[in-house]
């Protein structure tokens, strides 16, 4: 038990839910490998969020087992070798969506919280 | 390695590979791009465990996460999270005692074979009116029916007795419940002997040698479980029998007291087994493959309707036959009850389960913000709703486990209280109890849960969190949950408290009833003489009129008599007469009343007063003693508007005789809670009777005088047992143990609901007040009263106890009706009980208002706006 308790607790909280929604949205570009999706996230948001692979794989293949991302292994243009690629799958398209304008809601939320004076004027 | 581990290790690594060639072309050397890609990259053996827990554990994870921040909210309340087990364990408790009791009791199969086919059968029909449909059997009437009938395998008769068992090896002697049985009534059951043998239809007859079966128990106990007792000789009432057989452990039919059993035809005079309209025995029969009991029932029927008709100047033959599953017989007096605490024990648990979903409601208010927080940051309105149930799983998990070890302990204290209640061995917790336990444990869980979850489960986020911003009225849908659940919660209680208040008001009423007797100062004991070595009349009489003596010489004694039956005894029998100086009653119609023997100072022993004429001429003995001493209604019944005083009595009793009626005594009951019936007594002296009580009076204390009255008995005949020495109160207390145990189980049930609603009413009330402690700080800083703002809060926390109040009392008349056959002369309306218990119920209800409501008037403005 111990082996699995550990993840869990690291998966917990901010990053499940924003995590997934990033790695949705990065796919929406087009087709990608793990590689290039950590490190497309990393480079738009100018190194602050710092990629860890540690979640980023555990979250590509709870994607894909939801049905979000389906994956091929696929020759590299340039490196002429296979990497796994990820695609965004309709259903993906759709959660994307619908994720996004939850974290709209609640950003927008958060911030009526915490800067009330804003809202107002 | 599975194609999937093989899949992710070739993914991992090739981005790996890509991480270091990138690092390669960033300008870094060969080894040091290797660790600068690690560096970036991470731990792939780590990353490879993260990723793999995703396929495998996703499912057992997430539940071991919710069941791990369960536990931890649990944690952090202690205060709540133990009264919420201990309600339910309560509540669950008491369910799976009461349906390990109703299941081994009622719904086990009995352990016959083929059980399903086996029917108690008796005799019906003498009059429309007057005649019970159930009626014991007479010996001829079942000779001819086992004769006759094609429906039937077997019948078997079966009939208790009492024996005693003389000393032996350094053993006294002792007095045993018995049963004696025809030599079919083994077969007819399916059952063996553990050891030796059944009895044989030679065994069967008055001119056989006697033979014996002993129980397991007796076996062990008295002969220490040694086998050499096999066709040994034991004297039953100085009649020597063969020990031929020992019944298995489990076999105690047809009650738990049987501790021997004897062939009945050798035991009973051969009259007596012939005899048309002499009702003593029950038959057991076996119904053959295919046959109704309906058809079996009307088989019998014909051969009854022809005795009756061959016989039509008997008014005692009965002309029909009637039945009824085996197992109702034996569970017959105990169902109605059980099913009522059975009923009782499920609003326990609704209340239970009420109370639980309303701490978890309040929880689950105050945790609002949180829970808005957590829906903003993408937790699923589902998952929280899962770790809702799963906390109310927890909770009843851990109730359900107190639960079954109180239910345990309540089981073992029943049993030992019980051991009259027939079946009462075959109670035991097993598979099929706790398979129900977890059910109910789901299903608590489940109740409360969901309960909390849906009240909780709104999906308004932003109100939330605006409402969390300031809150001045904020939870007012939570609140009314919370007093819908109040509501239900005190008219369930009020159910319990108004069906508690019947039955122990029954009960009260029950016990003072007039007996029309002493019930203090008296004493009674069993004694019986055997027949074998007290042959003669004039031998019975010689005995009891010198153990009489011998008594009243007793220092301190008041009075002292014999009877066959006292009152409180039961029904015991009954015979038929006719008034010498009446016509003829017409043909078909019969006279009867009980039978007694008495000695002539029984009535004074007893207190029963003598209100007309005299007591028994103590001159006249055996064949002489011609008097009859007739209770009050049996003169008003028989002699409306007559002196019986010198009126005769015919009775074909033992003898046929005549008596002339020489008294009236005053009416007793034959039990607490069945009305006088008419009596006839008749003189000890005439020496008939074997076996009675003895009754002595002292002003003293009355226990005192077992020691002395055994050895009296023990000088006259060493043989002889004097047993069950009971006070006239204590034999009737176990006349009543059946309502005194289901009015102080009710009661108790009733006394924990109440005290459950009152929990339930303080919680809400202390949470509203917690949560209006703005608007409450506003209202006292503008100016209200504090009394105005007690009456306010008062009446808030009352509304649901009176709607409560109002449903229960609806409810109750329903309830009422459900159980009026287990009132005694109440109405199921009793205006006294639902005013007591509406009033109990009001009082406890303001109390538990009364508290939170004085809180919140004693608030401090500033203090009240300075929070949140």
Redesign the interface.
């Known amino acids: 038990?111990s082996?699995?308790?550990k993840?869990?607790q690291?998966r917990?909280?901010?990053l499940?839910?924003?995590l997934d929604m990033l790695v949705l949205r990065t796919l929406l570009y087009g087709p990608a490998?793990?590689?290039q999706i950590g490190k497309h996230i990393q480079r738009t948001t100018n190194e602050f969020l710092q990629m860890?692979?540690?979640?980023l794989?555990?979250a590509?293949?709870?994607l894909e087992?939801r049905g979000w991302v389906v994956s091929k292994?696929e020759t590299a243009p340039d490196?002429n070798?296979?990497?796994?690629y990820y695609r965004l799958t309709a259903q993906g398209k759709k959660q994307l969506v619908t994720?996004e304008s939850?974290w709209k809601?609640?950003s927008e939320?958060?911030a009526?919280?915490m800067w009330?004076a804003a809202e107002e004027s | 390695m599975t194609k999937r581990d093989e899949d992710l290790d070739r993914e991992l690594r090739s981005d790996l590979e890509l991480e270091e060639e990138e690092q390669r072309e960033g300008g870094i050397s060969g080894g040091e791009a290797h660790y600068a890609a690690l560096r970036a990259f991470g731990n792939p053996a780590l990353i490879r465990e993260q990723t793999r827990a995703v396929w495998s554990w996703n499912w057992l994870e997430s539940l071991a996460r919710d069941l791990r921040l369960s536990l931890r909210t649990l944690r952090r309340t202690p205060g709540f999270s133990i009264i919420a087990i201990l309600v339910m364990a309560l509540g669950i408790g008491a369910n799976v005692a009461l349906f390990t009791v109703v299941r081994g009791v009622l719904l086990k199969p009995l352990p016959f074979q083929d059980p399903d086919r086996l029917f108690m059968l008796y005799e019906s029909g003498m009059n429309e009116d007057k005649t019970p449909g159930y009626n014991v059997v007479a010996g001829g009437i079942y000779a001819e029916w086992k004769k006759q009938n094609q429906s039937f395998s077997s019948v078997a008769l079966v009939t208790n007795s009492r024996v005693g068992l003389s000393g032996s090896g350094g053993q006294l002697p002792e007095k045993l419940d018995s049963t004696e049985i025809s030599s079919d009534l083994l077969p007819t059951l399916g059952v063996q002997p553990a050891m030796g043998r059944g009895f044989a239809q030679a065994d069967d007859s008055p001119s056989a040698n006697g033979t014996v079966l002993l129980s397991w128990g007796l076996w062990k106990r008295r002969f220490g479980g040694d086998r050499a007792i096999l066709n040994q000789t034991i004297y039953l009432d100085a009649v020597p029998y063969t020990v031929i057989g020992i019944m298995p452990a489990w076999f105690d039919f047809p009650n738990p007291d049987t501790q021997l059993w004897t062939p009945i035809y050798h035991d009973k005079p051969p009259e007596l087994m012939a005899a048309l309209d002499n009702h003593n025995f029950r038959v057991v029969g076996r119904l053959n493959p295919g046959v109704t009991a309906a058809q079996g029932v009307a088989d019998l029927s014909v051969t009854s309707q022809r005795i009756h008709n061959a016989n039509l100047s008997d008014p005692f033959i009965f002309s029909a036959a009637n039945s009824r599953p085996l197992l109702e017989h034996m569970v017959g007096n105990i169902r109605k009850p059980l099913y009522l605490l059975l009923e009782a024990t499920f609003c326990l648990l609704l209340i239970a389960c009420l109370n639980v979903a309303n701490l978890l409601v309040a929880r689950a208010a105050s945790r609002r913000k949180e829970l808005a927080i957590r829906t903003a940051l993408g937790g699923g309105w589902l998952r929280l709703m899962r770790e809702r149930l799963m906390e109310s799983l927890l909770l009843s998990s851990a109730g359900g486990a107190l639960g079954l070890m109180l239910a345990a302990a309540a089981l073992a204290w029943l049993v030992h209280t019980r051991a009259d209640m027939s079946r009462v061995e075959s109670i035991r917790i097993d598979g099929v109890v706790a398979v129900f336990t977890v059910g109910i444990v789901v299903l608590c869980a489940l109740f409360s849960g969901s309960i909390a979850a849906f009240s909780a489960g709104d999906k308004r986020v932003l109100s939330a969190l605006h409402e969390a911003s300031r809150s001045a009225g904020s939870g007012s849908t939570r609140a009314s949950v919370r007093k819908i659940l109040l509501t239900l919660e005190v008219g369930l209680t009020v159910v319990l408290l108004i069906g508690a208040g019947l039955l122990l008001k029954s009960y009260e009423r029950l016990r003072s009833a007039d007996m029309g007797c002493s019930t203090e100062g008296v004493v009674t004991m069993h004694l019986g003489i055997p027949d074998a070595r007290y042959a003669t009349p004039a031998q019975r009489a010689n005995f009891f009129s010198t153990l009489l003596e011998r008594v009243r010489a007793l220092p301190g004694v008041d009075a002292a008599g014999f009877a066959t039956v006292v009152p409180g005894q039961g029904y015991s029998g009954d015979w038929g007469f006719t008034i010498v100086e009446h016509p003829p009653l017409p043909q078909g119609e019969g006279a009867f009343a009980l039978d007694r023997w008495a000695d002539s100072k029984y009535f004074a022993a007893m207190g029963i007063p003598i209100l007309r004429g005299r007591t028994f001429d103590d001159g006249k003995r055996l064949n002489a003693a011609n008097e009859v001493v007739i209770s009050q209604s049996f003169a008003n019944q028989y002699f409306p508007g007559e002196d019986p005083i010198g009126k005769h009595l015919h009775v074909e009793l033992n003898k046929h005789r005549t008596a002339v009626i020489v008294g009236v005594v005053g009416d007793t009951r034959f039990e607490i809670g069945e009305e006088p019936k008419p009596i006839q007594y008749y003189p000890l002296n005439a020496g008939d009777e074997t076996v009675g009580t003895l009754v002595i009076r002292s002003s003293r204390n009355v226990e005192q005088y077992a020691m002395p009255v055994e050895r009296i008995v023990a000088e006259m005949d060493h043989d002889l047992v004097v047993s069950d020495v009971l006070t006239m109160d204590q034999l009737l207390g176990k006349n009543t143990s059946d309502q005194s145990f289901n009015a102080t189980l009710l009661t108790a049930f009733a006394t924990l609901s109440l005290l459950l609603a009152a929990v339930g009413l303080f919680g809400v009330m202390s949470y509203l007040a917690a949560q209006r402690t703005t608007e409450i700080g506003i209202r006292i800083a503008l100016g209200a009263k504090r009394e105005q703002v007690m009456r306010k809060m008062l009446l808030d926390g009352m509304g649901p106890a009176v709607f409560g109040l109002v449903l229960g009392l609806a409810a109750s008349v329903e309830a009422g009706r459900l159980m009026r056959d287990l009132l005694y002369e109440i109405k199921p309306l009793d205006p006294a009980v639902f005013l007591a218990v509406a009033a109990t119920l009001l009082v406890v209800a303001a109390i538990a208002c009364i508290v939170p409501a004085w809180r919140a008037s004693r608030l401090d403005p500033m203090q009240a706006l300075r929070t949140e």
Do not use: I
């Open positions: 038990m082996s699995m308790a993840p869990a690291q917990v909280g901010l499940q839910g924003t490998h793990g590689h860890q692979h540690g979640s794989y555990p590509l293949h709870r087992q292994w490196r070798r296979e990497f796994k994720e939850q809601q609640m939320a958060v009526r919280v009330p």
